[in-house]
């Protein structure tokens, strides 16, 4: 099926300013409350929110195979669960819809005031209902400095790192929608050289960690596995990721069976998910593997996206500072070789799962996706514009983290992935 | 409220052996599906399996706040959420109904073929859809068991062991009900020594592991936390847990990040969820702590159950051979230090969300609760009756774990917790 969606030509009626995340090529899937108290599963055009469930009741989906309340939901799983075609289908008739040559919507103005909102007018929820969310850990740079700083800089990664898709399982309840408030958590720490009394309190060292994460459809059942060829089919669509880490917290329970609470008190993604079809124009290669993979995790073509990361820094009442520029194309492993391990074992994945990237780090150290790493765990501190000094995160700042691909026709964004951190209870 | 259910010398018009798990001071709750394709939340005494949405439509809850359909369910997530007053006034409903000297559903022939099935009549599904799953590593022995095995004898424990109840998230979507065969997972293991190539193939150390695992109810928002003394308010009730591992794909894979793939292939529980109020008259003391928990971990009273448990090793067409019995009371922390110390960073617990103990090995090698351990890393093999011998699990054996706590007047169980080993595809 040809993504007409993504035609590069096409304008939409609607307005949208040259910089928007949000053209009518992008066309996500999120859900949202209006001011009447509503709650829909909408997609985006410039700074304007559609209601899907009103779009289908007017019946504009008219001929796709859909059911009457898909997108009457307070989440997208079941419409993910409707697999790739339907997707299609539904993108495709949005682009369409709302082509600057198109009428039937853009001259009818009460189907306009039941459809579109302004996008501030609507409050984005939670896209999915999230049910496994596993974290992986994949960029060479990121597991290196890591390495580096907490063992040994000559042998930084470990033995498995490059034969396996490191990953594991985090915590789905403390996942929440960008805007929402982040609590410094509390927790036990490492004890004082020589007692035997750990220390508790408010964590010291508040991290983000700059991520992206795929949503997955309904993809095995348990013992079987995906093919890496097909892996991709199963992948609905990307957010951004703040994956908040309480690194004395992480330190001190860690080992020997991975980072718990220290993750756990909230992971931040941004509302809408923006579809792999979307993407699909800025596809790349990722870096070339130091082994050849096993074959069931040898990827076959471009298996990257090039997308532009961004994180920022603002204090209260203050200006932004950006403090670190990555990009996804620096993962060492790709979704698809991700999606193949994680199910080479005959591990279900399901629709509404999350696989979180792990912290995205580039090469130079301007594109370290962490304070840990970007300040060299607090040997470099960052100066911000108001003049302050970050070595992690203080209260009252807010992390803001953007994503956006761009060609000579068209810009693909995710918006923003913001979250404000409230002093500790 | 008292717990008129518990009621010792209560007996039920229903013929219940002399050692069954289920008499009428149980009344577990569970899902099954009947003959004729009927899926509904149910209870079970003795070998009878009691369909509580037809009790429920015939009136026999009259006077308790439910919902119409709260038993016409597939899972029994709402009901839980509902909380421990009507988890007790139904629980207290049925042992009323079923009492010896009670005649409105004694007497009524139809109401019988409607509520009241024989328990081979039906099939036993998962009791909850499980939203996040933790398993803790909470047996001392245990702890020490595998720190003498892959670290060091002399420092077996490492030092957060003795201060943190320390856990990993599991997975959810490979967690099946007893009785479901297990497909050997392949996966990579580490390369031979003086190669760079990972092995890859079927696990070749397929283990078990004897667990308890308690399902919550909702206790927390996002930034808010348990205090330790209301925790046990928000356990509904425990199942037997095998968390079958796969040791040399879980070897190669686990540092940093902990267990991965080598857990979660599969995951089996018990059906029957046992209520903490049906374990009341088996409350008992944990171990002594060597060191005083910090103030939000401070167990107040007794914190542990007596439960007995069993793990036999059933050969194909062989007799079973008994290969392990521990107990649970060998637990180092308690449920209710782990539900405080989860949610001490915020973390919000929901209703459906299950806690694994950790492999519960006691102090002797018989009480130990894996092969790993039994076998010492298959340096001391088991004989089984059949004359043939283990390490770890072959394919077509089947493990049949048991649990059941006992006193002078009753014995309250679990039921078994059963999987059989296919061979890998």
């Known amino acids: 099926m040809i993504i007409t969606a993504n035609n590069p030509d096409r304008k939409s009626w609607l307005q949208v300013s040259e910089n928007s995340d949000f053209p009518i090529q992008n066309i996500p899937f999120g859900v949202f409350i209006t001011r009447d108290d509503i709650i829909t599963i909408g997609s985006r055009i410039g700074d304007f929110a559609i209601d899907l469930g009103a779009f289908h009741q007017l019946g504009y989906f008219e001929g796709i195979p859909l059911t ?123 004890p004082a050289e020589g007692t035997n009394i750990p220390g508790f309190g408010p964590t010291k060292l508040l991290d983000f960690e700059l991520e992206m994460a795929f949503i997955t459809t309904d993809a095995n059942v348990l013992g079987d596995r995906i093919p890496i060829e097909e892996a991709e089919e199963y992948i609905f669509g ?91 194309k620096y993962m060492y492993w790709t979704m698809a070789q991700q999606l193949a391990h994680h199910t080479v074992n005959g591990c279900p994945v399901e629709a509404g799962d999350m696989m979180g990237s792990g912290t995205i780090s580039g090469p130079t150290k301007d594109s370290f996706g962490s304070m840990l790493e970007l300040t060299w765990r607090g040997q470099n501190p960052i100066t911000l514009k108001d003049g302050t000094t970050r070595k992690f995160i203080n209260d009252n700042d807010t992390v803001i983290m953007r994503a956006h691909c761009k060609n000579d026709t068209v810009r693909i964004g995710f918006g923003e992935c913001i979250g404000k951190v409230l002093p500790a209870r």
């Open 238 to 328: 990307l957010v951004q990721f703040n994956d908040w880490s309480a690194r004395d917290i992480q330190a001190w329970e860690y080992v020997p069976l991975g980072p718990f609470l220290g993750k756990s008190f909230a992971s931040t993604i941004s509302p809408w998910i923006v579809t792999l079809d979307a993407l699909e124009p800025f596809r790349t290669d990722n870096p070339k593997q130091v082994y050849t993979p096993l074959p069931y995790l040898k990827q076959i073509g471009k298996g990257s996206y090039d997308i532009h990361l961004q994180v920022g820094i603002q204090p209260e009442n203050e200006e932004e500072t950006i403090v670190a520029n990555s990009n996804f």
């Open 68 to 190: 009457e309340d898909i997108f009457l939901q307070d989440n997208l799983n079941d419409f993910i669960a409707d697999g790739r075609k339907t997707w299609r289908l539904v993108r495709n008739r949005i682009a369409e819809v709302f082509d600057f040559d198109t009428g039937s919507l853009r001259d009818n103005e009460e189907h306009k005031n039941n459809i579109i909102f302004r996008i501030d007018e609507v409050e984005m929820l939670l896209p999915v209902s999230i049910g496994d969310y596993t974290d992986f850990y994949a960029s060479k740079e990121h597991a290196t400095n890591v390495g580096s700083l907490f063992r040994d800089p000559e042998n930084a990664l470990l033995p498995n790192w490059l034969h396996i898709p490191i990953g594991y399982h985090g915590r789905s309840s403390s996942i929440i929608p960008s805007g929402t408030p982040v609590r410094r958590p509390y927790g036990q720490t490492k």
